[in-house]
């Protein structure tokens, strides 16, 4: 890292802030007495806004383009990221791609470095933790040129705790270039429902000993880089069948099922030192009878988070503007709730106005004391001591350039990933591809939006991709839901071709992506798939010779997969979930464990 003099002197106006922040910056460590000292200090409307993680549309702290500062008025009643600070207070701020926080590697740390110089500058001035949701895979908020890795279930189908680790260091060090300190990873959740709408391949896999495993290699990476690890989504998220963004999920297992299945990746977190979880907008009756969301509730946060698992780290809600948290109170109930349940950091409330007035008015009325607050503030500021933020609020143009996507990040990457790829079905042996018997190639299928806006189409990298090993391809684009006239445009596309390499998503019975491969199976022409999401997409297309889970649709994940058609490398991955067979979900068509190989 550059010397704190070297950062100070290439950032206009850090003097002032820091000359204005001063009490802030004589922190040096983890010292509490230090810290309980500018607790102290502090109002109490700064000890109330301490306590949010705040969206804000904008590119910049200070001048955002005019359709940012329009939706921030409409929904923060501030302008800019910099009023938002002095109004509020608040303590964090979350960066995604829709608020056009992230446009690329030199505007973030920019942002950041507002950011902070915003916050110093203020009377009792404190660092701001920048977080975002940068999990890999199908979750990313930063984008191309940064390097982006595969996700978690395709580290899960690689089972490496060493690859995992090195992926969490990789991703933590371009945060940490970026001044994002914070990051909303790893998913802790073990995905045993093939039906989750929201986890799915964001998990590791439906193996709770192997999903701790990866967990916890995660956590030590990213925190090895430091930038603050956050395991999600407690007490576990990964069997409903219902979104929490837009219902209120139920999870019915048994205490016994909780402990066996579900609590192990949290256990193993802790043990790893983890500096931070998130909560969960989901009901557990088994833990908590009364019918509060896990974020709500405090014998699940207080009572087995904190105490039964001895995590003193800082609580984070997930975000409060979900139903789920919203099913049952009103908003300005819920962050009163949340921090008397034991969480810390309030996650993004539709309204900061309501939730944070609404904490004052607590406070006022007794049913918060400001001893409660100050617990959470000295666990906020503990971490934003332990990363450096009062030291080195600031980072650097150079920094950035000597970190974020260097070729050792995207080669570390491409090499992992080449290390997931699973292969299920090579009926005839039908895979690899050769480049004699199989020259002409044709590309179709789904082309999902890219998780960053930076990557893919997947039906055109595949082709890029095959082209570069020496196939001759042609690429269609077919979509999630091909209509009757896609599918013969398709049809009539894979006449004189050698085979068909057809991209999935989230195949159903009664989809038309199935029609499409049907149609194509029954032109004789070889047909090859390569599910970019969930696994669970063989089950519904028996008739494919050959098939690969990438488990995302970016691109490294899907190169690696065409280099695996190609056998330019060998298939490695193996299945970190079952896959049930659909004529019959009780029996299993593909048990964990399953990937076959070259040459096996």
């Keep these: 890292m550059p010397s704190r ?8 106006g850090v003097t002032t802030a820091l000359a204005l922040g001063a009490d802030a910056q004589a922190v040096s460590g983890p010292d509490d007495k230090r810290l309980r000292r500018l607790i102290s200090r502090m109002t109490l409307e700064e000890k109330v806004g301490q306590l949010f993680v705040m969206r804000v549309y904008g590119h910049s702290a200070t001048a955002p383009d005019q359709t940012d500062i329009d939706a921030n008025l409409q929904e923060l009643g501030v302008r800019t990221a910099a009023e938002l600070l002095a109004k509020y207070r608040v303590g964090g701020i979350i960066y995604f791609s829709w608020a056009h926080n992230t446009r690329d590697p030199h505007q973030i740390a920019a942002l950041g470095n507002g950011i902070q110089r915003a916050s110093l500058a203020l009377p009792r001035g404190l660092p701001v933790l ?13 984008g191309r040129p940064a390097t ?4 978690a279930m395709a580290l899960g189908a690689g089972g490496s705790a060493t690859d995992a680790r090195t992926a969490g260091r990789v991703s933590g060090a371009e945060l940490r270039a970026l001044n994002v300190r914070q990051d ?33 290699a995660q956590v030590k990476g990213y925190q090895e880089a430091g930038v603050a690890a956050t395991a999600k989504h407690f007490p576990g998220h ?14 019915e297992h048994t205490r016994k099922q909780w402990t066996a299945l579900d609590a192990p990746p949290f256990k193993a977190a802790v043990r790893a030192g983890i500096d931070s979880i998130m909560t969960a907008h989901i009901m557990v009756p088994a833990l908590d009878p009364s019918g509060d969301p896990a974020t709500l509730s405090r014998p699940i946060i207080t009572g087995i988070l904190r105490g039964e698992l001895g995590y003193d780290g800082v609580v984070v809600t997930d975000s409060l503007g979900m139903q789920g948290v919203r099913e049952k109170y009103g908003d300005d109930r819920v962050p009163v709730l949340a921090l008397k349940a034991g969480v810390d950091q309030l996650l993004n409330p539709p309204s900061i106005d309501v939730a944070w007035n609404a904490v004052l008015a607590a406070v006022h009325a007794g049913e918060l004391t400001e001893a409660r607050l100050d617990a959470s503030l000295l666990r906020i500021l503990r971490l934003k ?24 990040h995207l080669d570390a990457a491409d090499r992992i990933a080449e290390r997931t790829t699973t292969l299920l079905v090579n009926k005839g042996a039908l895979l690899p591809l050769n480049r004699r018997r199989h020259r002409k190639v044709l590309v179709v299928g ?38 009757q006239a896609v599918i013969d445009q398709a049809v009539a596309a894979a006449a004189g071709q050698d085979a068909v390499v057809v991209a999935t998503y989230n195949v159903t019975a009664a989809g038309t992506q199935r029609t499409l491969v049907t149609r194509l199976l029954a032109t004789g022409v070889p047909v090859v798939g390569v599910a970019v999401r969930n696994p669970y997409d063989v089950a519904q297309l028996p008739g494919v010779k050959g098939y690969l889970a990438s488990y995302s649709w970016t691109d490294v994940e899907v190169r690696a997969a065409a280099r695996v058609l190609a056998g330019r490398v060998a298939p490695r991955g193996k299945l970190p979930v079952p896959v049930q067979r659909a004529d019959d979900p009780a029996r299993v068509l593909y048990p964990i464990g399953h990937g076959l190989t070259y040459g096996a």
Excluded: C
């Excluded at 003099?5 to 206009?12: Q, V």
């Excluded at 093939?194 to 192997?210: L, T």
């Excluded at 990964?238 to 999870?251: E, L, N, Q, R």
């Design 385 to 408: 001591a332990k990363l450096g933020l009062f030291e080195r609020p600031y980072v650097s143009d150079a920094g950035v350039d000597r970190v974020v996507g260097i070729a050792r």
């Design 446 to 483: 789904a082309d999902p939006a890219s998780p960053t806006g930076t990557t893919g189409p997947p039906t055109a990298v595949l082709a890029a991709e095959l082209t570069a090993l020496g196939f001759t391809t042609t690429r269609l684009s077919t979509g999630t839901a091909p209509t």
């Design 184 to 216: 909303y990873a790893p998913v802790a959740d073990v995905n045993v429902n093939p039906a989750n709408p929201v986890i799915g391949v964001r998990s590791f896999g439906a193996d709770p000993k192997a999903v701790a495993k990866l967990v916890a």
């Design 5 to 12: 003099r070297t950062l100070l002197a290439a950032t206009a």
């Design 238 to 251: 990964g069997d409903t069948a219902v979104d929490s963004h837009y219902g209120f999920p139920v999870i």
């Design 148 to 151: 982006l890795l595969p996700g």
């Design 130 to 142: 920048v977080s975002t949701d940068q999990e890999h895979g199908i979750v990313a908020r930063v």
